[in-house]
C-alpha cells in the first residue's frame, strides 16, 4: 500500500527533536531508526533521524552510519512525504506504528503517532 496523503507524513513524530525555528538552524537532538540499506535483507538501529524547518518547510534528514544521508520534505501538497535531493522517489507504506520509506535500495522505518 502506497500512502500519497500527508496525514501518514503529518504523524510522523520524532521523540526528543526540536523544530528549529530559523533557515539552516541545526536539531537538537536525533533519534536512532531501523534501516536496511543497499538491498541488505534485514533491519538494524544504524541510521538517526532528525527533523528541521528550512525556509518555512520541514524537512526530516536520515544520516547512514557511512556519512551519507537521504533528505525528505514533509507536508508536500498531494504527496506528503517526497525526496528533497535526488531523482529517486520515496515510497511510503504504512506498516501499522511506523511507516516504511523506501527509495532505491534503501529502506527507513520512521516512528509514528497514534
Do not use: K, N, W
Not at 523544530?19 to 533491519?43: K, R, V, W
Not at 551519507?68 to 506498516?95: H, I, K, M, N, Y
Amino acid at each position: 500500500m502506497r500512502a500519497g496523503g500527508a496525514s501518514i507524513i503529518a504523524i510522523i513524530v520524532l521523540g526528543g527533536c526540536q523544530d528549529a525555528g530559523e533557515a539552516g538552524a541545526q536539531p537538537t537532538s536525533t533519534t536512532m531508526i531501523d534501516c536496511s540499506l543497499g538491498g541488505a535483507g534485514g533491519f538494524g538501529r544504524d541510521c538517526s533521524m532528525e527533523r528541521v524547518e528550512q525556509d518555512g518547510a520541514s524537512f526530516v534528514i536520515v544520516r547512514h552510519p557511512d556519512g551519507a544521508f537521504r533528505r525528505f520534505e514533509l507536508g508536500v501538497p498531494g504527496s506528503g512525504l517526497v525526496t528533497a535531493d535526488g531523482a529517486q522517489q520515496a515510497e511510503v507504506t504504512d506498516r501499522g506504528g511506523y511507516v516504511e520509506v523506501r527509495v532505491d535500495s534503501d529502506r527507513y522505518h520512521l516512528p509514528v503517532s497514534q
